[in-house]
């Protein structure tokens, strides 16, 4: 016997296809004339009835049991009373069954009407027809029943909506009803007493009509609550006598079964009956129960027949899996308590371990996934392939498969119908289809006379077919329930009147009433095909978090009701090994290794107890796997990581998500392609000769001319590498046959991408936009009418799937996914019928259907489908999510920068590149911005494009202008425009800026530059001895390097000044700057790299100058060891080739970093004093550090005060070294070029020439007069010779003629000149300089250095002014040849109350462009200055170009807005009891726009005051307008109202104040979170459309009833009610953890995380508060002391500022006053507790700590378990406090995705949206 799932699969579907015995015996029972019916003394009289075929056959069982006799007994007192009946009880057939039953036995016609959300008022009563050009009306159910004395049967009471059956009251009530057609149906008694006395004439002229005295109603329902659906009108109630209908007792069920099937063991039975009994328990014990209730159904009846009758064919059949099938305990989550039930009864577990098989299969080259069958011997084939037997065959052959997302389950249906000679007949179901559309659809004839047409279920019903009802998960209960009859009993009414029996039923109607089946079909009575079968596919209903035993909205589409319709199978995913065949036989050529690393990914996803990565597991399905795999197997090269985020949407995860399923990516082995990570993207081109198209390495043959040549798009495109890349993606997955799926933010060029893309294949194209009111029928046809006749026009999905065309979906999202999927069936060559009757069918299938009947798809035929992407902010359909896996898809992101640049350029060639990298800059961090949630709109290329085009042809506008064009859209939205404004200032965009705003620093005049002294070069000098030193070279080694990204800021948005940019290097509090230096890159000699060494730890960042991120490579572990009395003392020079120099001065070490491969060459020489072994005094001195000066390609290290030196020469590749023994002792060496030095000592100064050779270096003698005994610096470059001279005439000194110039810093002087350089004997150098004369100011300290611009002949001191009330940095300015000097302070980038181990300093370099230098202070704070006057200037005037010239002068032509009212006096105003919104005016409390009152946006009130209405805002010109007095009066007022509040709140004005001060700060965060969570909320409260409307929009599926004359045929948007029953919508819990312990306290001075924590809270609580509806919030704390400390409840939320500030002083308090100690792990499981218990949508527990762990002996691994323990609550933590890289690490032993690093409060509403929004996939 086979073992194998798949077979089992395909038996266990085949079992229920074929038909077996009827379940039903027939009573025998004729009326006869004067026959008297008697149940327990209940006697009545039968009569014969008139149309015998209308009786219910079949129904009566022999013998009944006892309990449906006394049911029956009871019904036929109230039928003897004359009253109407409603039998209520739980789902099942027994109620509908027990009012057939009646009236088979008293022999009564019968009218049933199966109510659903769709019946309406003419579906009761009567209906407008159109016949021969007139209207005529046409009695329905219940008018029928009541003239002709039949028994009106109304199943699903409950399921009416409330304002239909009330048309009934007068009917049950008095027999009385007043038709449409102007006749009054009257109670035969008035009736017959009216006719005594007036006669029939006279009653028909009255239009008077009888009703029969037998007319009686029969209501089925089900009890509400607990039961879905409306609880009962009273009146309507009132009306009828109730009868519960409970099941069958256990006894009577198991004695009926074992009549009925003698040959199945009655101990079988038996225990099949006690599961069920157990299960029915189970599911009706009471919500508070000590025992475990169950959400679930109650087993009925038919499904004990239905195993009776499989066991009794099929006695090897598995009694636990029959009753899964019965029960599917594993689909709505109570498995537990099923497998419980069976092993109570010593029943075999589920799944069971036996086999089904197909009689007569046989494995086929031993695989047991192929099965042959062979013919049953004993059936006949009676249809193509005939028809098979299969091992316990179900009694009708309905059941459903319940399946994820392409697991197979429509082509496991296909085959099978394929097997057994079956037609299929799909019917795509979708939500907002009716029961009416189900199985019948209203139309029109070519007269214009109104019709019905059969649905397809009701063709299938009739020709024998397989009705595949495909989507029952999408169904409104109701529709679906409207098929019971036909599902169950065999039997349906339609709406024309046509009545549908099974075959048994229909010979025994006939043999009753003695008719032919010609006469039984103008009676409209057919019969329904014994073959015909009912075949439901769905997907599982969400398994989302059962909250303290509620489970959330949007969850069971499985309820009670419809799990009586079938038996259930669940199509799982396929095991490894199978799914990995079943992908080889359709792809063998996909590589083996990348198929197992594919699955290996597939089915950890799918097992996975993380649930953000099975949200993903979807997305992989099988379906999903093989169309991977073809493109695996036609593309060898292609990179497996790309091609799942591709699949995926990785680009467009959550955050939290996103790290997770890299992570799970990683452990299987599938890592990003080395190539692309090391080199990028390649070049992708294309090429277009004849009919060849090549995109990138993709060919392909486009189609010549074509027919509808007018339909291929031609767009203005322009060419960039990403739009080219994602193109060429496309092809590859266009050429292999599939439909595409194109997703991405709104206007990042997903239309042009497609229109390019088809202009390219030379396809035409049909364009289809879709939106929240598109319908199917709009999908497919839209119809019309035309001179009194319905036509129907082919949208351009038909037209387009018709012919070798391309159809473009776009705004697919903005659909309801309902709606869109019918798209599914399209894609997989399925078939589904369109409102004209038509069918859609694959080109192959065509030739069995009649041509007028079909639309072929044209075998070319593909669709390119463009959706917005899914999740936050947009929080639209999610169109991937419902039918991503059908497509292939791409993400398409807006351009990257190379991109970007590219394409603008194209669009504005005018406007400068400068101008271009601004926008490209800003918009890439507000997209950005936009993904974190930090503001809500996604800008986009589309809008960058427009202010391009813009400057483009108006250049003068000014870029700050222009951009208001984008950003006016915010100007009411103060908080989220001030973000922006600053975002956009940030890249130097002066949105905002006037042309005047210009700050430059104010210029002093400088001292003249006199004569001052003279430098010459005799003959006389010393020798000193040359050793050459050994280099030692250690290395290369890779330095560890982290990449930071920094947020850089343009301070030039608002005004013009000196400063250019700021950002701050990500560098620990405890760090520090030591020097700083600028070099070239060495693959872009035009881009300018900055390097900065800092010295705890050692290291060093590097970055392009206009780079947006910084790399660190740590040198510490290169360097000797050094503690806090020897701390490093580092100095830095640039190379050539991109490398650094980075020295030592301690340990006199020298490294050679190559920031581009990370490596670190340790140079180390032979120390002077071992190589001058026994010279006394040579040594070094370990007391005094090692200087280092760098000049030109060459360096000199050397200790001040020793007699030796190193010279470093660095021109070669290999450094040469070389040692100088000197007579005298150095104080300092000064560069003037490569090979030219200057040595100072104590009292002369030499020249050391290094090209000299040998071993003796003669040293000159330079003479000095006056001598300066120190010369701070000088410059190795000279000054221009026109600045040159602007700077000594100003002095009258004498033109300089000839030598070379340097520019010198000294002692008491503030700008010197040296002229006549180079040094030579009787060459004499020139000095000119000017005094200080207290310019540097008196307190003010040179920190370093001064740096040297000889371009622009400045030079630059930095220096620290300590006086005053504060201190702060500074630079001063000497301009030599301007004669001026200027001072610029910055702040100290310190921040407050932070110990710092160096004294505050500035690092100054000069940067390429001559006119620039970089700014870096001790912190890390880093500024690019322009200084020199002439880069000034031109950089003054772009700026005033993109500020705009004359936007600020007066216009010819202006308008502007008023009120046209004044102000009076400020008063608080009416306070409207309903809460109206009020614009204008002045009498209400709370309006917008008005004045005098308090409100917002108005001008003259007293304060404001926000009623949560929509804000219309008065100009500010206006509100500026206002009297001075009025103004003044506002004040008074307002600060009187506040005091008054802080009265109420028992708050002080210092407390207010201090409030205020601490809200500001968070401000900003407070206002970002709130964005989110009204985004969040905002989907919720979206109107749709309510049909069956009075009035409204004329409803395209009601033209045929407006046609007829009836009203209710028009729609409306509104707030539709919740599905009847639906489960309330719970707030998500959030509980917050927040620590409160010492340490808190003890470590705020350290890194201030208290303070940050108190921040956190302020924030969470503020933006929180107007959202209780939605969330429930809890803030608790724990400490030393206890685990729980309460500091707000959502059961009491705080209400105004005085709490939450008395909630943060009780925190504070907390950490002061607790003992030491931590317990987090204890707060946490408390708190995971306490939140399962609540009743909520969703539970977040986030614990706010700092990261001290290992302090108190707390593992991350126990603390990681404890994150995940409880699957319906979601477990986070933020670290908020660090001591060195604690958090880092922790953060990465916790759960992917689950823990956050938080050191800056403005990141949390950041971590905050990724937390909340992590299960929204």
Sequence with gaps: MSDDPAARRVVQLRRVLTPSVSLFKTSGLSTQPDEWLSIGGVRIKLEPPKHPELVPRLYVKTPPSQTVLRHLQWMLQKDALGQDMFLIGPPGSLRRHLALHFCELTGRELEYVALSRDTTETDLKQRREIAGGTVRYLDQCSVRAALEGRVLVLDGIEKAERNVLPVLNNLLENREMQLEDGRLIVAPQRYDKLLKEHGKDELDRWRLVRASEKFRVIALGLPVPPYKGNPLDPPLRSRFQARIVQPLPFQEQLDELIHEFAKVPPKTLSAALSVSAALHTLSSLPSDSPLPSLNGPVNTYEHMQTIAAILDRNPN?????????????????????????????????????????VEGCVPSNNNRSELIATLAPQEAPSAPGGCFSVAGATLRGNFCLIGGRGSGKTSLV???????????????????????????????????????????????ARQGSIAVLDGVHRLESSTLSALQRLIQDREISLMDGTRLVGEERYQKAMEASGLTPESMAERS?????????????????????????????????????LLSLFPYHHVKPLPREEERKVILSKVPGVSAHKLDQLLQLTHKLRSTSNSMLQSLAASLSTRQLVRVARRLAAYPNEDLYQTLSKVCLVRFLPQLVKASFVDALAEVGIKPSAVLLENGYRPVVYE??????????????????????????????????????VMEDMLKDFKLGEHLLLVGNQGVGKNKIVDRFLHLLNLPREYLQLHRDSTVQTLTLQPSVQDGVVVYQESPLVRALKSNMVLVIDEADKAPTHVTCILKNLVEGGEFTLADGRRVVPASKACEYPASEVVPVHPQFRMIVLANRPG?????????????????????????????MAMLRQYGPGVPDATLKKLVSAFGELRSMADDGLISYPYSTREVVSVVKHLQEFPGEGLGKVVHNVFDFDSYHPELLDLVVKTLHKHGIPIGASSTNVTLAPE??????????????????????????????????LAHTEVYPVERSEVRGWSFSELKSFWRLPMHETNYVECVGAGLSPSDHHTQWLHVATANPVSLYSMPELGTSVQCLHLSSFLPFTNRWNKPKLKLMCLDEGKVLVHEAMSDTLLMVDHASKEVLRISTDSVGAAMKGMIGLSPRKEVPFSFIAGLNSAVIFQVGSASLKWLGLLEHTPLAVSVVLPFSLTNVLPLSSTQWILQGPETSYVMNCTEKGPNLHLSEVTMDPPLKRITSLSCDGLPAHLLQLSLNAGQEPAVQSGHSRLMAAPGIIGAIATGFPLANGSPVSLFSASDRGILGASSEVTAPPTFLPSEGEVVYPHHDVGGASEELGVTIVDLPRHTYRRISLPVALQDGTLHPCKPCLHLCPLQDGGSILVVDHCGGVRIMETGYHLLQKSLGEWHTLVGEGGDLPLRVSYERDSGMDVTNPKHGKVDPNNAPHVGGNTWAGGTGGRDTAGLGGKGGPYRLDAGHSVYQLSDAEKAAVPEEVKRAAREMGQKAFKERLREIEMSEFDATLYQKMLAKVQRQVQTLRVMLETLESKSSERQWIRHQTSGDLDDRKLIEGLTGEKAIFKRRGERAPELGAEKLYPKHVRLVVDVSASMYRFNEHDGRLDRSLEAVLMVMEAFDKHQKTFRLDIYGHSGDEIEIPFVSSSRPLTNNKERLDTLKKMAAHTQFSAAGDHTVEATRLAIKEASKGVSDENFVIVMSDANFSRYWISPKDFAVLMTSNPNVNVFAIFIGSLGDQAKKLKEALPAGRAFVCLDNKDLPQILQQILTSTLL
């Excluded at 029959?322 to 029943?347: C, N, V």
């Excluded at 035993?549 to 499985?558: E, I, K």
């Excluded at 001895?1025 to 050994?1030: A, H, T």
Aim: with cysteine; net charge neutral; hydrophobic share 40%.
């Design 317 to 357: 059949a598995m009694l636990s899996d029959l009753l899964h099938s019965a029960y599917p305990a594993e689909l709505i989550g109570t498995l537990d308590a099923f497998k419980d039930a069976l092993s109570r009864f010593s029943l075999p577990g589920y799944p069971s371990s036996s086999m089904f098989f």
């Design 1004 to 1037: 002093h005049t400088l001292p003249p530059l006199h004569s001052s002294g003279q430098w010459t070069v005799g003959s006389r000098g010393v020798n000193a001895k040359l050793i050459p030193i050994p280099i030692n070279i250690k290395g290369p080694n």
């Design 525 to 561: 009575i057919h019969k329904i095909h014994p073959k015909f079968r009912v075949i439901g596919i769905g997907e599982p209903q969400r398994q989302t978090s059962r909250m303290g035993g509620v489970s959330s909205a949007q969850t069971s589409w499985l309820h009670p009701e």
């Design 414 to 460: 296909n085959r099978f119908a394929s097997i057994l000679g079956y037609h299929v007949e799909p019917i795509v179901l979708y939500q907002d289809m009716t029961s009416r559309e189900l199985l019948q659809q209203r139309t029109t004839l070519s007269n214009g006379d109104t019709a019905w047409r059969e649905s397809p279920l009701i063709l299938a």
């Design 688 to 725: 277009r000769k004849g009919n060849q198209l090549q995109i990138g390495s993709v060919k392909m043959t486009i189609n010549g001319d074509h027919q509808a040549a007018a339909l291929i798009p031609d767009v203005l495109f322009f060419d960039n590498q990403q739009h080219l890349r």
């Design 872 to 900: 936050f902010p947009f929080l639209g359909n999610d169109f991937f999510a419902a039918l991503g896996d059908i497509f292939s898809c791409h993400a398409v992101d807006n351009p990257d920068v190379d991109s970007e």
